[in-house]
């Protein structure tokens, strides 16, 4: 239970401490054993005339034809700030998922990891509608750009 950090490209900065505020580029997987990477596959919303469920990493889908207007789609990652702009918090304070406070402060400015996430330092029980199902274990490949 926990995170676990798998080193990349090692990095030659400092670490960040409790509170520093950091700049970070990610992408977000759901993890998926059966894979090699263990990096699974997660559904979008998006708007169409017919409802898809997706569910789990299984990528089965029940499909009807009645509103309301949305269609839940695969895609290979649920979230990823490459493309949008890099992503910038206060880290080990509670403003993100407590994986994230606990792996990044163990990475050095220029390190790229990836952070294999149990579910209890993720979203939890509750999981993020729409993004991550309940209990679900993440991966997210983590680039620590800089310490602000």
């Known amino acids: ?7 990349h490209q090692e990095g030659s900065g400092a670490s960040p401490q409790k509170g520093d505020q950091v ?9 998926d054993t059966s894979k090699p990477d263990n990096k699974g596959k997660q559904f979008v919303t998006l708007t169409s005339s017919s409802v ?13 034809e009645k509103p309301p207007l949305t269609k839940y789609l695969y895609t290979n990652r649920f979230d990823s700030s490459v493309g949008r702009g890099d992503f910038v918090t206060a880290i080990g304070v509670g ?3 407590r994986g994230w406070d606990e792996g990044v402060v163990q990475m050095k400015v220029g390190e790229k990891a990836t952070l294999d996430i ?6 939890g029980a509750r999981g993020f509608t729409g993004h991550i199902p309940p209990n679900a274990d993440l991966i997210f490949d983590v680039h620590l750009k800089k310490i602000n």
């Open 95 to 97: 403003q993100v998922i």
């Open 23 to 31: 700049t970070i580029e990610y992408t977000g997987f759901l993890k």
């Open 1 to 7: 239970m926990g995170v676990t950090k798998t080193t």
């Open 52 to 64: 898809s469920l997706l569910y789990g990493v299984s990528q089965r889908a029940l499909v009807w």
């Open 118 to 123: 149990t579910s209890d330092f993720g979203y």
